[in-house]
């Protein structure tokens, strides 16, 4: 069984400052990773995946991710917050059967 | 706009009573996922409709249901409802062309049981 662990409830950044939300996760298999965002009172966005090939992953919105095996962990940036950027964002992964295990979420708070 | 589209979009209702909430997949996805958010348990993995068979189950209640229609179309049905099952109800679907293991989410339907 797939599970993610997101490190940090909360996260607040000033605008123009780096982001970056943590995640780990636990696949008996290759995983299938993600990154959602939720902005409030609407459904998930797909920001970026990982499926196979190269670890860097580019999303959209200017956020990237990289799997790193050795680390079990896939964690997102961006290089400049945004005020837009302001919402929840969930790690998914997925071990190939297409269910999603989700991580508890991260709220970003941008500060002008 | 993930063309996954969830109806209601809010429904109120007692304890005890039964609903159905209802979801188009996009156009060519066969599968159809449902999930359940709510703040004490997260996003949770409900169950999975493959072209119309069901492929995978989740966390889901025996006294929740789901099918999936010969048109794509899914209904999840939560019957006794308790004040515990308040919560937003996603819809997903994939499977169509170039992207098999990505899911798109519809709005959600917010349930409050009262």
């Known amino acids: 069984a797939q599970s993610v662990t997101q490190l940090g409830s909360h996260v607040s950044v000033s605008e123009g400052a780096l982001v970056l939300l943590r995640c780990n996760y636990s696949s008996s298999v290759p995983p299938y990773l993600f990154w959602y965002v939720q902005y409030p009172n609407q459904g998930l966005q797909l920001l970026l995946k990982?499926?196979?090939?190269?670890?860097l992953v580019k999303g959209i919105n200017g956020f990237e991710a990289e799997f790193k095996k050795s680390e079990t962990s896939f964690h997102l940036t961006k290089p400049s917050a945004h005020m837009s950027d302001a919402a929840e964002y969930f790690c998914?992964?997925?071990?190939?059967?297409?269910?999603?295990?989700f991580g508890a979420g991260t709220t970003v708070t941008v500060r002008a | 706009d993930s063309g996954v589209t969830q109806t209601p979009k809010h429904l109120i209702t007692a304890t005890g009573q039964r609903v159905t909430l209802r979801c188009s997949p996009r156009?060519?996805?066969?599968?159809v996922y449902w999930y359940q958010q709510s703040l004490d348990q997260g996003l949770q993995f409900l169950i999975q409709?493959?072209?119309?068979?069901?492929?995978a189950k989740g966390n889901i209640l025996e006294r929740f249901s789901a099918q999936q229609f010969p048109d794509l179309h899914s209904e999840l049905n939560l019957s006794s409802l308790e004040l515990g099952d308040s919560a937003l109800y996603f819809c997903?679907?994939?499977?169509?062309?170039?992207?098999?293991?990505?899911?798109?989410f519809g709005p959600g339907t917010r349930l409050t049981v009262l």
């Open positions: 998914a992964v997925s071990d190939g059967d297409y269910k999603l295990s």
């Open positions: 997903a679907s994939s499977g169509g062309q170039g992207h098999y293991n990505e899911q798109f």
């Open positions: 990982y499926t196979t090939g190269a670890t």
């Open positions: 409709y493959y072209n119309g068979e069901e492929r």
């Open positions: 156009s060519g996805d066969l599968s």
